[in-house]
């Protein structure tokens, strides 16, 4: 059974069992619980394990791809030694949310596993909690293991969430693969090799309060979870998961690109099934829209790519490594995972440039690296060193600590953090009274008591509401709940609105309106007069024009994300998005900076669809519809079943949840203020829309006009007029160079005639820097001057120094002025011929003089 059989195998049983099959989330969770990615199967249902959404069904499938690169869950340091660690990994699970539980799941296990995948069931083995004799009594009584091959263990046996929340026991499944692989004695005590683990069935039954008491969950659930490598690994009998059909690819593309075969020497093997891991890791997070950098994700990113370059680069291949391996990942995944074939040349683009950019610093690392290996005193690599290795060569101290470790030497990791903080220190002040000091419990009292709010802002902007629950803050303001509102919570990259709520009794003034868990609306209020009380009626009204301007910008965002597109390339993906009533933010994906000319024909084409005016539809459908629509998915949001596609035009279909004008034509004119930099791989640019707009071009042709009048022109003959002004400026310039050193030869004859042995050195006040140049090179230039050195108290304060030697007299311009310039607390001037100098105490000029002179050797 290969890779493509084993998905469809496993879906398929399930979904024959009342299970809907869910697609695979991306790498970016968004959960606020998340960690930096998805390695596991369950992290798209959190939500609901959670309560604090409703499934959309009972019973789900699915074939997750998963990342564990941080965390507890991070396998790296295993990578390429062990039979079955991976960074990336496909994860089979079937869920059941409130529905079926260990009665039903474990017996379906057994028979997906003996009978539909046809693993040796006289080989498996199981552990169960040692509290759980429920789980134990299926096993035995039901399916039939015998009871020596069921064992109890304690904590790795119990899944937790975290500290509090969900948890329960879990049962996990092993295969022996025989004495060859290690001792006997099961999982409990037998070797770690020979009883693999491949499937964990997590029952979540239990909460686990603050005082670590354990109370009954209201339902409860069935989580499971097994990499599909390791049931490949066992299914075909194979030593390890990279010997499978879907690792092996990828191990040949990695022998492929550096000409080294899999089982010549043991660092060559390690660093062949690195490249091959890696390939797939940084091929799907770039896909899914992680970009190197030196934060967070990107960080781990880059992190991934350095590390597989670095072993291409011990195993003495010199050319680009990364894009033969994202094509094999591509050729190899692509059916499984489409999203890779669309981005293919964007995400090898993105990884060879990164590519690039290192190999360079590593020549250059490594050398000074060697050297300091070289010269470690007690086998311990300074942190110092490390960091000047991270913070100017780009090497992440792991690299630093591998190749160390390679060498028998050990980093100073505190050296290292003590150096990194120093570089970092900065002051985070904390939050107060925001919504991370909000009683998380409450919220979820009011989801669990009142469900959602029910968003009535598409269709109107004030709404007759219930008070739901007024809640007070530390900063003076309340947080209001309705259990309808016209007001959208801030999502999407679309601020939350603003209005006022009012009852019998008070009014308040609504700031902000976010969610305080999904789908509950949270407005953030200043009482202006009475108070609110829960239960009362409420009229919520939203401000309707500052709405109106949001609308505009957030449609407008939609035609400048196509535009983009159209302009620059289907690479371009959204990063980030600010919808606000005054302006429109937008972060994408690009590899370079946007021409002048780009962006002229990318608002042309904006604005061009504005003035076709045509309808705009935002309407709700499935997520299967949408994406047979064509459309496209914004970064960041997360989408259930059920999804809102807009329609802006005759081109632009987006999933979006925001607000929008009804016709194109209500956006008005679209302009692009500014386009910039974000970082690696990344643009950002601000527009305007509408009045904004109309307010822009306003104001620059009044500053157009009032410039005009000032040239004396017509408005169109600006660019003229300045460029009269300019070379009359120049002529003025010239002409005051001209007559600053006529001034500077009459006063040089006189200077002249004062010098001692050729050499002139004198103070002039009240000159000012330009000019006591001048001067100084006029009097060098006269008959039998040698040196001259001329100081003084310029109109603007401080010293000038200047000093001016002659050609061949062997004197140096700058040594002559540098004990000076000490002396009036300044510095400068290291040329031969002309040094300038400046300080900042006059009243220490004649002093410095005095030095000057002496030189110059007549002091």
Same mark, same amino acid.
Request: charged fraction near 25%.
């Given at each position: 059974?290969? &890779?493509?059989?084993?998905?469809?195998?496993?879906?398929?049983?399930?979904?024959?069992?009342?299970?809907?099959?869910?697609?695979?989330?991306?790498?970016?969770?968004?959960?606020?619980?998340?960690?930096?990615?998805?390695?596991?199967?369950?992290?798209?249902?959190?939500?609901?394990?959670?309560?604090?959404?409703?499934?959309?069904?009972?019973?789900?499938?699915?074939?997750?791809?998963?990342?564990?690169?941080?965390?507890?869950?991070?396998?790296?340091?295993?990578?390429?030694?062990?039979?079955?660690?991976?960074?990336?990994?496909?994860?089979?699970?079937?869920?059941?949310?409130?529905?079926?539980?260990?009665?039903?799941?474990?017996?379906?296990?057994?028979? /997906?596993?003996?009978?539909?995948?046809?693993?040796?069931?006289?080989?498996?083995?199981?552990?169960?909690?040692?509290?759980?004799?429920?789980?134990?009594?299926?096993?035995?009584?039901?399916?039939?293991?015998?009871?020596?091959?069921?064992?109890?263990?304690? *904590?790795?046996?119990?899944?937790?969430?975290?500290?509090?929340?969900?948890?329960?026991?879990?049962?996990?499944?092993?295969?022996?693969?025989?004495?060859?692989?290690?001792?006997?004695?099961?999982?409990?005590?037998?070797?770690?090799?020979?009883?693999?683990?491949?499937?964990?069935?997590?029952?979540?039954?239990?909460?686990?309060?603050?005082?670590?008491?354990?109370?009954?969950?209201?339902?409860r659930n069935v989580d499971t979870g097994g990499g599909l490598e390791r049931w490949l690994m066992l299914l075909q009998n194979l030593p390890t998961a990279f010997?499978?059909?879907?690792?092996?690819?990828?191990?040949?593309?990695?022998?492929?690109?550096?000409?080294?075969?899999?089982?010549?020497?043991?660092?060559?093997?390690?660093?062949?099934r690195i490249l091959a891991d890696h390939a797939r890791t940084m091929t799907f997070l770039v896909a899914d829209g992680v970009f190197p950098s030196n934060e967070?994700?990107?960080?781990?990113?880059?992190?991934?790519?350095?590390?597989?370059?670095?072993?291409?680069?011990?195993?003495?291949?010199?050319?680009?490594?990364?894009?033969?391996?994202?094509?094999?990942?591509?050729?190899?995944?692509?059916?499984?995972?489409?999203?890779?074939?669309?981005?293919?040349?964007?995400?090898?683009?993105?990884?060879?440039?990164?590519?690039?950019?290192?190999?360079?610093?590593?020549?250059?690392?490594?050398?000074?690296?060697?050297?300091?290996?070289?010269?470690?005193?007690?086998?311990?690599?300074?942190?110092?060193?490390?960091?000047?290795?991270?913070?100017?060569?780009?090497?992440? #101290?792991?690299?630093?600590?591998?190749?160390?470790?390679?060498?028998?030497?050990?980093?100073?990791?505190?050296?290292?953090?003590?150096?990194?903080?120093?570089?970092?220190?900065?002051?985070?002040?904390?939050?107060?009274?925001?919504?991370?000091?909000?009683?998380?419990?409450?919220?979820?009292?009011?989801?669990?008591?009142?469900?959602?709010?029910?968003?009535?802002?598409?269709?109107?902007?004030?709404?007759?509401?219930?008070?739901? &629950?007024?809640?007070?803050?530390?900063?003076?303001?309340?947080?209001?709940?309705?259990?309808?509102?016209?007001?959208?919570?801030?999502?999407?990259?679309?601020?939350?609105?603003?209005?006022?709520?009012?009852?019998?009794?008070?009014?308040?003034?609504?700031?902000?309106?976010?969610?305080?868990?999904?789908?509950?609306?949270?407005?953030?209020?200043?009482?202006?007069?009475?108070? /609110?009380?829960?239960?009362?009626?409420?009229?919520?009204?939203?401000?309707?024009?500052?709405?109106?301007?949001?609308?505009?910008?957030?449609?407008?965002?939609?035609?400048?994300?196509?535009? #983009?597109?159209?302009?620059?390339?289907?690479?371009?993906?959204?990063?980030?998005?600010?919808?606000?009533?005054?302006?429109?933010?937008?972060?994408?994906?690009?590899?370079?900076?946007?021409?002048?000319?780009?962006?002229?024909?990318?608002?042309?084409?904006?604005?061009?669809?504005?003035?076709?005016?045509?309808?705009?539809?935002?309407?709700?459908?499935?997520?299967?519809?949408?994406?047979? &629509? =064509?459309?496209?998915?914004?970064?960041?949001?997360?989408?259930?079943?059920?999804?809102?596609?807009?329609?802006?035009?005759?081109?632009?279909?987006?999933?979006?949840?925001?607000?929008h004008v009804s016709a194109l034509g209500d956006i008005g004119p679209i302009t692009i203020t500014s386009e910039s930099s974000i970082g690696a791989n990344q643009?950002?640019?601000?527009? #305007?829309?509408?009045?904004?707009?109309?307010?822009?071009?306003?104001?620059?042709?009044?500053?157009?006009?009032?410039?005009?009048?000032?040239?004396?022109?017509?408005?169109?003959?600006?660019?003229?007029?300045?460029?009269?002004?300019?070379?009359? /400026? *120049?002529?003025?310039?010239?002409?005051?160079?001209?007559?600053?050193?006529?001034?500077?030869?009459?006063?040089?004859?006189?200077?002249?005639?004062?010098?001692?042995?050729?050499?002139?050195?004198?103070?002039?006040?009240?000159?000012?820097?330009?000019?006591?140049?001048?001067?100084?090179?006029?009097?060098?230039?006269?008959?039998?001057?040698?040196?001259?050195? /001329?100081?003084?108290?310029?109109?603007?304060?401080?010293?000038?120094?200047?000093?001016?030697?002659?050609?061949?007299?062997?004197?140096?311009?700058?040594?002559?002025?540098?004990?000076?310039?000490?002396?009036?607390?300044?510095? =400068?001037?290291?040329?031969?011929?002309?040094?300038?100098?400046?300080?900042?105490?006059?009243?220490?000029?004649?002093?410095?003089?005095?030095?000057?002179?002496?030189?110059?050797?007549?002091?």
């Open positions: 059974m290969d &890779a493509k059989e084993l998905r469809r195998a496993f879906t398929s049983f399930f979904e024959q069992r009342g299970h809907t099959a869910v697609e695979s989330a991306g790498l970016i969770p968004h959960h606020r619980t998340a960690p930096m990615f998805t390695n596991s199967g369950m992290m798209q249902f959190v939500p609901y394990f959670l309560g604090e959404e409703p499934a959309p069904w009972p019973r789900a499938v699915s074939v997750q791809k998963c990342v564990r690169l941080s965390g507890k869950h991070n396998d790296i340091a295993e990578l390429g030694r062990t039979r079955r660690h991976l960074t990336f990994f496909e994860m089979l699970g079937n869920f059941s949310f409130g529905d079926y539980f260990k009665a039903e799941a474990i017996p379906w296990a057994w028979e /997906l596993v003996t009978e539909v995948t046809g693993m040796d069931g006289d080989r498996i083995w199981v552990t169960v909690h040692e509290s759980d004799d429920e789980a134990e009594a299926i096993w035995h009584d039901v399916v039939g293991v015998p009871m020596e091959r069921i064992q109890r263990l304690g *904590k790795d046996n119990f899944w937790e969430m975290g500290e509090t929340g969900p948890c329960g026991p879990c049962s996990e499944i092993h295969f022996d693969c025989g004495p060859e692989w290690g001792e006997p004695g099961g999982p409990a005590h037998g070797g770690g090799d020979r009883y693999v683990e491949f499937w964990n069935l997590v029952f979540t039954q239990y909460f686990r309060q603050p005082d670590g008491t354990l109370s009954d969950l209201p339902t010997d499978t059909d879907v690792m092996r690819a990828m191990v040949e593309a990695a022998e492929a690109t550096t000409g080294r075969r899999l089982g010549s020497d043991d660092h060559v093997d390690v660093a062949l967070d994700r990107g960080y781990v990113l880059r992190r991934i790519i350095r590390r597989a370059v670095r072993h291409a680069f011990l195993l003495g291949v010199d050319k680009l490594v990364t894009p033969e391996l994202v094509d094999a990942t591509v050729t190899v995944m692509g059916d499984a995972y489409p999203e890779l074939v669309a981005g293919r040349d964007f995400v090898v683009g993105v990884i060879g440039r990164e590519e690039e950019r290192f190999r360079q610093t590593l020549r250059a690392g490594s050398a000074i690296l060697d050297e300091e290996l070289a010269a470690a005193i007690d086998g311990r690599l300074s942190g110092a060193v490390a960091f000047k290795l991270h913070d100017t060569f780009g090497f992440p #101290l792991e690299v630093t600590q591998e190749i160390a470790a390679e060498r028998g030497a050990e980093v100073d990791v505190a050296g290292f953090d003590a150096a990194m903080a120093e570089q970092r220190a900065r002051g985070k002040g904390s939050r107060k009274g925001g919504a991370a000091d909000a009683p998380l419990e409450a919220y979820r009292e009011l989801l669990e008591q009142f469900s959602t709010t029910d968003f009535t802002g598409r269709e109107e902007n004030e709404t007759k509401a219930r008070v739901l &629950a007024v809640l007070g803050r530390d900063d003076g303001l309340v947080e209001i709940f309705l259990d309808r509102t016209p007001f959208y919570a801030e999502s999407g990259g679309q601020v939350g609105d603003t209005g006022t709520i009012t009852t019998e009794t008070g009014t308040a003034e609504v700031l902000d309106t976010t969610y305080a868990l999904p789908g509950l609306h949270r407005h953030v209020a200043r009482p202006t007069s009475g108070e /609110l009380r829960p239960g009362q009626e409420a009229v919520a009204a939203i401000d309707a024009e500052r709405r109106t301007a949001i609308r505009r910008n957030h449609t407008g965002t939609h035609l400048l994300h196509w535009a #983009l597109r159209e302009v620059l390339g289907d690479h371009v993906k959204q990063q980030g998005s600010l919808v606000a009533p005054d302006y429109l933010r937008f972060d994408f994906t690009h590899y370079a900076a946007v021409t002048p000319e780009e962006l002229a024909t990318i608002e042309d084409l904006a604005n061009a669809e504005v003035l076709l005016n045509d309808r705009v539809r935002h309407y709700e459908t499935t997520k299967a519809q949408a994406a047979e &629509a =064509g459309a496209i998915a914004f970064f960041g949001d997360k989408y259930g079943e059920i999804v809102r596609v807009l329609e802006a035009g005759r081109h632009s279909v987006e999933l979006c949840g925001g607000t643009r950002r640019i601000f527009a #305007l829309t509408g009045t904004g707009a109309l307010a822009r071009a306003r104001q620059e042709h009044e500053v157009l006009v009032r410039t005009a009048g000032m040239l004396a022109v017509p408005p169109e003959h600006v660019p003229d007029g300045v460029e009269r002004l300019r070379e009359e /400026l *120049k002529e003025a310039r010239d002409q005051l160079k001209a007559a600053r050193r006529e001034a500077a030869g009459s006063g040089a004859a006189k200077l002249a005639s004062e010098a001692v042995d050729g050499v002139v050195v004198a103070r002039r006040d009240g000159v000012g820097r330009d000019e006591l140049k001048d001067l100084a090179v006029a009097v060098r230039d006269q008959p039998e001057v040698r040196a001259v050195v /001329l100081g003084g108290a310029p109109p603007g304060g401080g010293v000038a120094l200047v000093a001016a030697v002659a050609p061949g007299t062997g004197l140096v311009a700058s040594e002559l002025i540098t004990t000076a310039a000490r002396t009036v607390g300044g510095g =400068g001037g290291r040329a031969a011929d002309l040094a300038i100098a400046g300080g900042r105490h006059p009243e220490h000029l004649d002093v410095a003089l005095d030095q000057a002179r002496a030189a110059a050797g007549i002091g």
